[in-house]
């Protein structure tokens, strides 16, 4: 029994056919119009030729054509109802709860129901569809719909999986118009109107914060409440009680509305902020979803795309090597391979056993394919899948509690400068209290009268003082600094995942790299193969191998020739596609960049297309007429624990053909024969040591060439071989037992595929070494290939080989330089005295520090050196790290190495969680592998993680400059209002004033000194060291320095001003005549101008001369600089009563010393360097 839909033209009318051919001996057809779905159901005479009572027979074209002549004539009407927008069976609910149930019943169940609402098309129609129904009615008898029904026959009997099999498949054909071959249509009214039916498959994600919201939570930090209180408490004091009699108000209420007016200022930047992080947030997810694609069949072509744009009835092409979490609810199709699909489920169950999943069994979304292959008919997705409604209730709790905004968590560094700012907090209250205490005491001691409104001035300078001293601009700082570094990173191909990634990278003391596609440009070429004891190696660029191959006078014969393209077509994946032009060049491919080189080869080499030999080859094809000989295939995937790929078919004349491809060293150590220039393609002779070495010298001379080499290789098996049994005398690369059928194999040919190296890389990886940054390269190629690359990259120079050496080869390098993954395992485990195996923390730690490559590598391997690199404490032992220096010229880094780790398979996801920074490939990499990474590299390219940690280091050298300014101000601000304090009970900065340097501090500066951009002198530093303070010592010299000059300048004019400039004393003219004084205006305008020239100096860190160098690159500084500026010429001028300044601001003469007294900043900071640079001879500096 089986169910097809096939396709026939006739007259210029596509008529689609769905066959029915029943377990009988005789039956008739019925020809009848149907709907778009099925247009006849058909009975047919005969049987299958395997006897098999339960496999379905499809009659051949020929016979549909000899026997149906009203096929010719039917023709479609334009029923409403009609066509690819026909309205379907089954709801969006029905499938939901089919994926929720997850039975034979409920497919059953679901059968019965949609074969009953098929809906008509054209007239006349009655027969065919009851014809339908009566056929799936029997099929969901057999399947049963009842609990009882579940024992009626064994659900693990091969009549049951074949029924399954039927029901996935009518399900995907009838109900839901998709042919399992051929997938639905690629028409977007057809893909809209299954979207608008069924549902779109992104999930609606979480509400936004509005803005009100976000004001209202900004608004409740502990000091903008004080603020607030105070600010109406001072308008309610000064308008009412605080009048003398008679008095009139007129602009009393200024300076409390000024007050109020800052605050509301903080509020609306920091709510800003907030809701573009919201937008910044959802940007970024948009950008993962978008890198987050599957392999769909639609119209009958492979296709890539997002996961949003999947729809119910699409075809997904999954395998365990390329295929990460499903994307939705489905149903697997048949027939079987390799006995089904292996799934680990526990994402949403939580147990870790391997499910199996056969034909019509149903495969939930975020479940991930372990083991096989196989093809997957989508049914629900999105809210209606049984993770979405998951994810949808986890969104409404998060909502009624409150939650914050997925991903929105506080980064190390966060964390590390909030205890810095509450230690600043601590001294800030103190300070404020000791002004209070200080003011009141000047004030009101020794019985002078206490009038309220000064009270609440005092109260409100406190206050002020506190504010000014909280840095609250740092965790804004480093959030600004994180947010902008990872939008900025995106544009240099690094999408950030986590904001912390970004400062962590700023540590990075290791880089372990994969060698395909990050250091080369994963476009593999088939450059060189040996086949038939001739070596042809194709020098030329510009010339193919097959052409070179085929113009050669010692080009192998036909039959040779016929059978690499036969072998690399079968055993090569579904996944994998190439199209090649008539020059034999490459136009498009997918999959496995590797099986692209060989495909292509194998189009151009042999005289027929590799399409075409899948389709013509039983047990290797799924389309047509063959799809029901697949089960009789068996595929063995590529693990890195096997090294090799191979797939048997069966043969015309009996019995199978395995057809391997894998490791050139794996493969030719079980291979018995070969061919030689004398024989044949059916003439093998034994492969003796002799050949055996020959073969691995012609590899040996492809990877000392930067070649990959990949054997291929043949067995003929009998029938009845039992593919599951083990070969007692051959080990997999990882030393468990291989299959026997894997074995005794006959070699075919030995192909050295190339990929060139990025030509980007080179530079890179010497900018790593000059910024203190290690590359080892982690790879699954052959020690020789894997040299090659590494020393024209620049991750091995000369002095890692041995003295006297010229040939840049693996047995060439000095001890530990390179190994292999097996040597590896052998050196840093050991067993413990129970006689389990552990790793040796001490072995590795004599192997780590000379490793550079790291050949024939496994995903465990790179799990063991994130590991051992992330646990060593070798910097710890001084005598050992001088030991390394003296001997071997290594220095070791002062602390605990932070790793940064690529990798592109799912098996690589443990080690890029387990390192710092987890980097995956974005062109390249699997869903699991972007999914466990911390960054994702848009472009899978070396370069890009380079740029990466340069903006990394950026990261902590915004925030240091943002410390180097706040603190300057703190130390100033502060300091003036104590002493202003002390001398006449008043500081000479007013509340108003000192809220606006306050925002200048925390929104302003932040944002100017955050959206830095980084230079290449960052990379010549050494990486941060995470154990010391962010505060550098040349920082407490800057700092202090600065301080130390604007304190100066501002206590000259305090207590000089009034004898110089001849203006009177601001303390007289306050309290006497109740007036804002031009003293204590001269003194806020000199202070702001200190500040904003101060503010470029703290551009530099490392004491550079030029502190405007690239300061016009960056034009956010520039005009946030200039807006400050322009601010300032409007307060003092005009601010008036609200701003606390005298009436008509300064003169000419004084704003010229104001601004003078900024630009002294500039030189005194000369001078700072100056003594820094004397001081810094005599001891260690820790810059």
């Keep these: 029994m089986y169910l097809e839909r096939m396709k026939f033209r006739a007259h210029g009318t596509v008529v689609v056919v769905v066959a029915w051919a029943f377990p009988a001996w005789g039956g008739t057809i019925h020809a009848s119009p149907m709907s778009s779905a099925s247009a006849f159901s058909t009975s047919f005479a005969g049987w299958d030729a395997r006897n098999d009572p339960w496999r379905g027979f499809r009659p051949r074209r020929s016979m549909m054509r000899r026997h149906h002549p009203m096929i010719a004539n039917a023709v479609p009407t334009k029923d409403d109802t009609c066509g690819p927008n026909a309205p379907f069976s089954v709801s969006s609910e029905d499938l939901g709860e089919l994926s929720s149930e997850r039975t034979h019943r409920a497919l059953a169940l679901l059968l019965e129901k949609a074969s009953r609402n098929i809906p008509p098309c054209l007239p006349g129609q009655e027969e065919s569809l009851e014809n339908d129904r009566v056929q799936i009615e029997s099929l969901v008898k057999r399947l049963g719909t009842s609990e009882d029904d579940i024992d009626r026959y064994a659900l693990e009997s091969e009549r049951h999986i074949h029924d399954m099999e039927l029901a996935a498949n009518a399900l995907a054909t009838v109900i839901l118009r998709s042919k399992p071959e051929e997938g639905i249509t690629n028409e977007k009214s057809d893909i809209d109107f299954r979207r608008e039916t069924f549902g779109s498959n992104a999930i609606t994600p979480k509400e936004l914060d509005s803005f009100l919201k976000l004001c209202l939570e900004a608004v409740q930090d502990f000091v903008l409440i004080m603020l607030i ?504 690369a990882d030393g468990s037992e291989a299959n026997e059928v894997e074995t005794k194999l006959t070699f075919v040919a030995l192909v050295g595929i190339e990929d060139p190296l990025r030509p980007e890389v080179p530079r890179a990886i010497d900018k790593c070494y000059e910024a203190g940054i290690d590359v080892r390269m982690v790879t699954g190629d052959a020690p020789n290939t894997a040299v090659s690359i590494a020393y024209q990259a620049g991750i091995l120079k000369d002095y890692h080989f041995a003295p006297g050496t010229d040939e840049k080869i693996a047995i060439n390098l000095k001890p530990n330089v390179l190994m292999e993954g097996k040597t590896f395992r052998k050196n840093v485990f050991r067993l413990d005295e129970y006689g389990n195996k552990v790793f040796d923390q001490s072995a590795f730690d004599k192997i780590w520090p000379h490793l550079r490559v790291m050949a024939r590598s496994s995903p465990d391997d790179k799990l063991m050196l994130a590991h051992g690199l992330t646990q060593s404490t070798l910097y710890t032992d001084q005598s050992a790290c001088d030991q390394l220096k003296n001997d071997d010229n290594i220095s070791v880094f002062p602390d605990r190495q932070v790793v940064a780790m690529t990798g592109d398979g799912t098996n690589d996801a443990p080690a890029l969680k387990r390192a710092d920074i987890g980097f995956a490939m974005g062109i390249a990499g699997t869903q699991i592998a972007k999914d466990a990474a911390d960054i994702i590299l848009l472009d899978d390219n070396f370069a890009s993680i380079v740029t990466a940690a340069k903006w990394g280091r950026n990261v902590y050298a915004s925030i240091q400059k943002f410390l180097q300014f706040q603190l300057t101000v703190n130390i100033s601000a502060v300091v003036t209002a104590l002493v202003g304090s002390f001398a006449y009970a008043k500081s000479p900065l007013a509340a108003i004033q000192l809220l606006w340097v306050n925002l200048i501090m925390d929104a302003l500066a932040s944002l100017a000194l955050a959206s830095e951009p980084p230079t290449d002198e960052l990379l010549k530093r050494d990486p941060v060291n995470r154990s010391k303070s962010i505060i550098t010592t040349r920082m407490w010299w800057n700092m202090l320095g600065q301080a130390g000059y604007q304190l100066g300048v501002i206590f000259f004019i305090l207590f000089a001003g009034p004898s110089i400039w001849g203006f009177l004393p601001g303390d007289y003219v306050e309290r006497e005549l109740k007036e804002n004084s031009e003293h204590y205006t001269f003194i806020f305008n000199s202070f702001v101008w200190m500040q904003l020239f101060n503010e470029v100096n703290a551009r530099s860190l490392h004491g550079e001369f030029n502190v405007f160098k690239d300061i016009l690159k960056n034009q956010l500084f520039c005009g946030i600089l200039l807006s400050t500026a322009t601010l300032q010429v409007i307060m003092v001028q005009y601010g008036g009563e609200a701003m606390h300044v005298s009436e008509g601001g300064l003169s000419g003469e004084l704003w010229g010393y104001s601004i003078a007294f900024g630009v002294g900043s500039i030189p005194i900071q000369q001078v700072i360097n100056k003594l820094y640079a004397i001081q810094s001879l005599n001891g260690e500096n820790d810059e």
């Design 229 to 732: 209180v105070l600010g109406i408490i001072d308008i309610f004091v000064e308008t009412t009680i605080g009048l003398e009699e008679g008095e009139t108000c007129g602009h009393c209420w200024f300076e409390g509305a000024a007050i109020l007016g800052a605050v509301l200022i903080v509020v609306l930047v920091s709510a800003t902020i907030d809701y573009q992080k919201q937008f910044a947030f959802v940007k970024l997810t948009r950008s993962l979803y978008e890198t987050n694609t599957k392999m769909v069949i639609r119209g009958g072509r492979q296709l890539s795309v997002i996961d949003d744009e999947i729809v119910v009835g699409d075809i997904l092409s999954v395998n365990a090597h390329n295929l990460a979490s499903i994307p939705a609810d489905c149903v697997v199709l048949g027939p079987p391979i390799n006995v089904g699909l292996q799934m680990d489920e526990a994402c949403l169950t939580g147990e870790s056993v391997l499910i199996t999943k056969n034909p019509g069994d149903i495969v939930l979304s975020g479940t991930t394919v372990v083991q096989g292959s196989g093809k997957l008919l989508v049914i629900a997705l999105g809210i209606n899948s049984v993770a979405g409604k998951i994810k949808a209730r986890v969104y409404e709790s998060s909502d009624a509690e409150g939650g914050e905004l997925e991903g929105d968590s506080q980064s190390p560094l966060f964390m590390k400068l909030e205890a810095l700012a509450k230690k600043i907090g601590m001294a800030g209250t103190a300070a404020a209290l000791l002004s209070l205490a200080t003011n009141c005491i000047k004030g009101f001691a020794f019985g002078s009268e206490v009038h309220t409104n000064v009270l609440i001035e005092y109260i409100v300078v406190a206050i002020t003082v506190l504010a000014v001293a909280v840095p609250e601009g740092l965790p804004l700082a480093v959030t600004l600094a994180l947010a902008f570094s990872s939008s900025r990173m995106m544009k240099d191909q690094n999408l950030v995942k986590t904001l912390d990634a970004c400062e962590t990278m700023g540590c990075a003391t290791t880089i372990c790299t994969d060698k395909t596609g990050t250091l080369t440009a994963n476009k593999m070429t088939a450059r060189a193969m040996y086949i038939n004891g001739t070596d042809f190696t194709c020098a030329d660029p510009a010339v193919a191998l097959a052409d070179f191959v085929n113009g050669n006078k010692d080009r192998p014969n036909e039959k040779m020739l016929e059978l690499v393209s036969k072998l690399i077509s079968i055993d090569t994946m579904d996944e994998t596609t190439v199209d090649i032009d008539p020059d034999g060049n490459i136009v498009s491919s997918t999959g496995n960049p590797t099986e692209v080189a060989l495909l292509a080869l194998a189009s151009t080499l042999g005289s027929t297309n590799y399409r075409d030999i899948r389709e013509s080859t039983r047990g290797r094809s799924d389309k047509g007429e063959l799809s029901e000989f697949l089960v009789e295939g068996k595929q063995f995937q590529f693990t890195s624990a096997r090294k090799m790929m191979s797939w048997a078919v069966p043969l015309i004349q009996g019995g199978y053909r395995i057809y391997c491809k894998g490791a050139s060293e794996v493969l030719l150590a079980r291979c018995n024969y070969h061919f030689t220039k004398e024989s044949s393609a059916n003439d093998a002779v034994e492969l003796n040591d002799a050949s055996r070495q020959v073969i691995l010298g012609v590899g040996e001379l492809y990877a000392r060439r930067g070649m990959r080499t990949l054997a291929l290789a043949y067995r003929d098996l009998p029938d009845g071989v039992d593919f599951e049994a083990k070969s007692d005398s051959v080990l997999n």
